[in-house]
């Protein structure tokens, strides 16, 4: 007969400190990353920022010093006043109930999810009215990879900025014996003894192809292109959660020209975002904000984004939970990826950058939440990107 197992007694770490909301966002996302070792935890931001997790003893120090770290990555308060350029948040908009309110949605692994008929029509809907605005801002459509190369990852500084998003992959070596083991294999491990690491990771981001293509090219005029494709950005601890997938679809539109330009580029896409989430009517908000930077650079890396006023996102309010989720973000990179990828403007001028992204999954559950998936419900701005009402 097993011995029983025990569970360790639980710890308790606590601060005496109330962080603002995007700094308890940031608290709890780096949570599973001080956890890990943890049988089971609990957060709690009442009148005291508390911690009650389960550690064996040989890591509790361990984990006490991470949660502290944790905490001062928290508290990086943006240098200005998150700027505000339309709210509709309080909005009395009545959701979809029962069933209807939930898209058909099937868990076929960690972070990944198959999705019915209805959402996929949804989708095809707010795909095309995101096209027509790239359209409508001079934008020809591109076709990329799912898979990004090492090298272009590097470049763009990706790992050194958001590590916790990326997949890396592998393959059997390239060597016959290695291919009869690991089909013979009989257990993971005995498999992953015959994987070599590949020089490509799982798309983060689709801009990224974009701007690999442009390599050290030297533009007569800007450019703009939009794609569309599958992206996987990995963040411990969210893999159940309906917008947070690992693998999920998205579209974006990229501007490389000059820096009056692109700003220009910027300015008018904020325009024509918030004009298009006035017409659908549904409780939102648009401001600045800050990426999820997670390292021990986020300070500097947060106060350089919030100081330039680079990135605003479109935040819709959830049907039912009333969370606040990023659907879309209008980011201005000013000379980063132009200096990455040695990309110039007809001047000989390093060449600056923007680009709009649109979270298909995302979008998928605001709307769906609040408009089911019958076009019949949707607004005229949906239900025209549907000639044959299918």
């Given at each position: 007969?097993?011995?029983?197992i025990?569970?360790?007694?639980?710890r308790?770490w606590?601060?005496d400190v109330?962080l603002?909301?995007d700094g308890r966002r940031?608290f709890?996302?780096?949570l599973?990353y001080?956890?890990?070792?943890?049988?089971s935890?609990?957060c709690?931001?009442?009148?005291?920022?508390?911690?009650v997790?389960h550690?064996d003893?040989?890591?509790?120090e361990k984990?006490?010093?991470?949660?502290t770290?944790?905490?001062?990555r928290a508290?990086v308060?943006?240098d200005?006043?998150a700027?505000i350029?339309y709210?509709?948040?309080?909005a009395?908009?009545?959701?979809?109930?029962?069933?209807e309110g939930r898209p058909?949605r099937?868990?076929?692994?960690?972070g990944?999810?198959?999705?019915g008929?209805?959402p996929a029509?949804?989708?095809r809907?707010?795909?095309?009215?995101f096209l027509?605005?790239?359209?409508?801002w001079?934008?020809?459509e591109y076709l990329v990879p799912?898979?990004v190369?090492?090298?272009?990852?590097?470049?763009a500084g990706?790992?050194?900025?958001f590590p916790?998003?990326?997949t890396t992959c592998?393959?059997v070596?390239s060597?016959?014996?290695?291919?009869d083991?690991?089909?013979?294999a009989?257990?993971?491990?005995?498999?992953r003894?015959?994987?070599?690491?590949?020089p490509?990771?799982?798309a983060p981001?689709?801009?990224?192809h974009?701007?690999?293509a442009?390599?050290?090219t030297r533009?007569t005029?800007?450019l703009?292109?939009?794609?569309?494709?599958?992206?996987g950005?990995h963040?411990?601890?969210?893999?159940?959660?309906a917008?947070?997938l690992?693998s999920?679809?998205?579209?974006?539109v990229i501007y490389?020209?000059?820096r009056?330009?692109a700003?220009?580029?910027?300015?008018?896409?904020l325009?024509?975002l918030?004009?298009m989430v006035?017409?659908?009517?549904?409780p939102?908000?648009?401001?600045?904000?800050?990426d999820?930077?997670f390292t021990?650079?986020?300070a500097d890396?947060?106060?350089y984004?919030?100081t330039?006023d680079l990135?605003?996102?479109?935040?819709?309010r959830m049907?039912?939970?009333?969370?606040?989720v990023?659907v879309?973000?209008?980011?201005l990179?000013?000379?980063?990826?132009?200096q990455g990828?040695?990309?110039?403007?007809a001047?000989g001028a390093t060449?600056?950058?923007?680009c709009?992204?649109f979270?298909?999954?995302?979008?998928?559950?605001?709307i769906?939440g609040?408009?089911?998936?019958d076009?019949q419900?949707w607004?005229a701005?949906l239900?025209?990107?549907?000639?044959?009402?299918?």
């Open positions: 007969m097993s011995a029983p025990v569970t360790p007694a639980p308790v606590q601060a109330r603002t909301p940031c709890d996302d780096l599973p001080c956890l890990d070792e943890a049988w935890w609990e709690d931001h009442g009148d005291q920022l508390t911690v997790y550690v003893d040989s890591v509790a984990i006490g010093q991470r949660l770290e944790a905490l001062e508290r308060v943006p200005r006043q700027r350029v709210d509709s948040w309080s009395d908009v009545a959701p979809v109930t029962g069933a058909v099937f868990a076929v692994g960690p990944l999810a198959v999705h008929p209805g029509r949804l989708v809907a707010l795909d095309g009215l027509r605005l790239a359209r409508g001079g934008a020809d799912h898979l190369a090492w090298e272009t990852i590097e470049r990706y790992a050194r900025t916790q998003h990326l592998a393959v070596a060597d016959l014996p290695a291919l083991r690991f089909a013979r009989r257990t993971a491990a005995e498999r003894a015959e994987l070599r690491e590949a490509v990771a799982v981001t689709v801009c990224l974009l701007f690999a442009l390599s050290g533009l005029e800007p703009i292109a939009t794609a569309r494709q599958s992206c950005r963040e411990a601890g969210t893999t159940d959660e917008t947070r690992w999920f679809d998205m579209r974006e490389v020209g000059d009056a330009g700003r220009r580029f910027r300015d008018r896409a325009t024509d918030t004009e006035r017409e659908l009517g549904l939102a908000r648009i401001g600045s904000a800050n999820p930077f021990d650079s986020r890396l947060a106060s984004q919030s330039w990135k605003q996102e479109v935040c819709g049907a039912g939970s009333g969370a606040a990023a879309s973000s209008v980011n990179h000013q000379q980063h990826f132009g990828f040695a990309m110039t403007e001047t060449a600056s950058s923007a709009v992204g979270g298909m999954d995302r979008w998928l559950h605001w769906h609040y408009l089911g998936d076009p419900r607004p701005i239900r025209r990107e549907l000639p044959d009402g299918r």
